[in-house]
Every structure is written in structure tokens, then in C-alpha cells.
């Protein structure tokens, strides 16, 4: 169960070890009001100056109490919509809201109560999966790439990439004898969603139409892929906020749209220059997908989860409770190579009913 983004709660289902078995079951997404989003927003905003995980400044404890809540009743609902008994999930993967992540102190918080969780629904929870990596000097994300190697089991090519775009981005680079890198790329829908929404009102730019009208500027573009964390070396992640404060005020809003679709296209294609060797295929998942014209500046050679056979919606929420049954195994969940943990290691915390 995934709530990472501002837009919603993604709740899936899958039957799975932990390892090769990946049976994928039905998903849905349950949508956050303006209300609920704004109040996301204000926690993210609070959180900002944070240097404990356990501190909960201004409205983080009441956004905690209202995210743990939210995710009961989404599970419920889901239940309920699906005809499953709540009875028969053995273990929920729960991981919550991100308000800061900043690896680099040692710090990632993510907004949610496992235990309370655990209680208002009755079944074992798996939460705070980032935190024993960060804490042993690793990235904390991203994790969903070992969940793509399992799902990239049944695909005949390698390597082969899978690029992640929600409001960060996202690669996941798996060789040919199943070997990981990954890390993010750099800025994913947050940029453009966040543009739109300062510019238009929209919570975003639909299908990239308002993009697709602008022409981009190229002299903000080489600044904007000037920020040194494209030279660093992989693996490395991002914050949602790493690139706020851009200075674009001069362009217009489809101008302004154009340039930021193409940071994020050339930021991901940059990515190429890391990997040990270039893909055979590369699969888009995430929200972005959905963005024709950002679908349009990365092709050639980019296809949607959907063309591969899998469900770019759910994929995260998917991945979540395979990591769960990984961490009740005590199987590895992140590796040197996808968010520089020393070595391969296990993670979360296990929260009875």
C-alpha cells in the first residue's frame, strides 16, 4: 500500500514469497480531497527544519494521526469494493507519507503509524522501510528495485531498464545476471505539477497539452542541468523539494511547462551515462507515463508499463507488499548498488495487531 505521492493512497494486492512468485491482484487508487492535499503540503512545509525522525513540529501529529487513518479506511474500502475478506491478507506493507528525506544527515521520515495501523485493521503491518538503511549510511531509496527484478523474471532482454516517474524520478538498472543499480534521476512531475499549479490553478499539466504549446528555453535548461547532482555518481537519491526555488518567473506558463518537461526527459536520459551498459528496453511506470508529451521527449526506445503487460498504477503499491513478505523473511530489500547501503540489507518494522 503506497501513499507516497500528494494525490492519493494506491492499494494493491499480490500473492507472492517474497522472491521469484509474483501473482498480481487487483488494485485501486483512492483519491485525496484539496482539503487533505493541502494539509500534505503544510506537513511537508513543517517538517522542513526537522533533524530527529521522532519529532512531529506543528501540524506533523495531527497529519500523522489523519494519514493513518485515511490508509484504514482505504484499505477497508478496498476490502469491501473487492469482496475480500480483511481476515485473509497476511501482511500489509505500509509505507506512508515522505515529508523529509535528507540521507545525507542520516534523516528520513515518512508521516504514518504502523501500530496504530496494525490495531484499527487487525492484521500485521510492515512499516518505516527506509529508515535501517538510512541509518547505516545508505540512501533509503529507492526501493522498488528489487520488486522490478522480479517482475522483469518473465521479460527476455537484458539489461533492461524500468524509470519510475512520479513527483521524483527514478531508474532501475537490472544486468544481465541480475545485477541492480539504481537511483533517482531527477526531478519527475513535482516540478511541472508544482509550476501548474502556481500558474493555472491545475494540479497539473493533463496529458502535457499546456507543455506542448510552449517552446523550451534553452539557456534555463543548461542552467537547470548544471545542478551538480547530475555528476554525481549513482547510486543517489533526491528530495521531492531538491530543486525548489528555480528561477523561471520570466517565462511564460507553456514556456515555463516546455522547459521543465525537458529538464525532467534529458535529466532522465543523462541517467544513460551511469548505467554499465545501455538497455535492451526501457519501461515507464508512474505518473508520467500519462504525460504524452513527456512520453513524446524520450522516445525513441520508451514504452509504457502497460505495453510491457504491467499495471503502472499499482506497480508501487504492488512492490510494497512484496517488500513486506521480504522483510518478514528477513530477505535484503536494498543493496550497495541501488542505495549504497554497506551491504545487502533488510529493513522495516513489523507491527502486530
Given amino acids: ?52 525522525r521522532a519529532a512531529r513540529p506543528g501540524s506533523l501529529a ?19 469494493d473487492k469482496s475480500i475478506s480483511i481476515s485473509d491478507i497476511d501482511v500489509i ?94 526531478p519527475g512531475n513535482a516540478l511541472i505539477n508544482d509550476w501548474c499549479k502556481a500558474r493555472t490553478g491545475a494540479d497539473y499539466d493533463e496529458g502535457g497539452t499546456l507543455a506542448a504549446q510552449g517552446k523550451v528555453d534553452h539557456a534555463a535548461l543548461a542552467q537547470l542541468m548544471g545542478h551538480p547532482y547530475f555528476e554525481e555518481p549513482p547510486p543517489k537519491s533526491l ?13 511564460s506558463d507553456a514556456d515555463g511547462a516546455a522547459t521543465l518537461l525537458r529538464f525532467t526527459a534529458d535529466s532522465i536520459r543523462h541517467a544513460v551515462e551511469w548505467l554499465p551498459e545501455g538497455p535492451q528496453r526501457w519501461i515507464v511506470c508512474g505518473g508520467g ?17 502497460e505495453h510491457a503487460g504491467f499495471d503502472g498504477d499499482s506497480m508501487e503499491a504492488e512492490a510494497w507488499g512484496y517488500l513486506a513478505v521480504r522483510s518478514l523473511k528477513g530477505l535484503p530489500i536494498t543493496f550497495p548498488g541501488t542505495t549504497r547501503a554497506p551491504e545487502p540489507m533488510s529493513g522495516g518494522v513489523l507491527a502486530e495487531p
Fill in 239 to 251: 528530495d521531492r523539494n531538491s530543486f525548489a526555488g528555480l528561477q523561471l518567473d520570466h517565462l
Fill in 93 to 186: 506493507g505500509f509505507h506512508g507519507q515522505t515529508v523529509v528525506h535528507r540521507p545525507e544527515i542520516k534523516l528520513t521520515v515518512q508521516l504514518g503509524d504502523g501500530r496504530e495501523l496494525a490495531k484499527a485493521l487487525g492484521r500485521p503491518v510492515i512499516h518505516d522501510l527506509r529508515a535501517a538503511d538510512v541509518a547505516a549510511g545508505g540512501q533509503g531509496a529507492p526501493l522498488v528495485p528489487v520488486y522490478h527484478r522480479a517482475l522483469a523474471a518473465g521479460l527476455p532482454e537484458r539489461p533492461i531498464a524500468f524509470v519510475n516517474i512520479g513527483g521524483v524520478a527514478n531508474v532501475t538498472w537490472i544486468g544481465r545476471d541480475g545485477e541492480l543499480l539504481a537511483f533517482d534521476t531527477g
Fill in 289 to 305: 507515463r500519462k504525460n504524452l508529451a513527456l512520453m513524446a521527449a524520450l522516445e525513441p526506445g520508451f514504452e509504457t508499463s
Fill in 1 to 52: 500500500m503506497s501513499g507516497t505521492s500528494l494525490d492519493g493512497i494506491d492499494v494493491a494486492l499480490i500473492r507472492t514469497d517474497g522472491e521469484a512468485l509474483v501473482e498480481r491482484g487487483p488494485s485501486h487508487t483512492y483519491g485525496y480531497d484539496a482539503a487533505f492535499q493541502a494539509m500534505l503540503k503544510q506537513a511537508i512545509a513543517d517538517a522542513a527544519d526537522m533533524t530527529g
Fill in 62 to 80: 495531527y497529519a500523522e494521526r489523519w494519514i493513518t487513518e485515511r490508509h484504514a479506511t482505504a484499505v477497508r474500502a478496498y476490502c469491501r
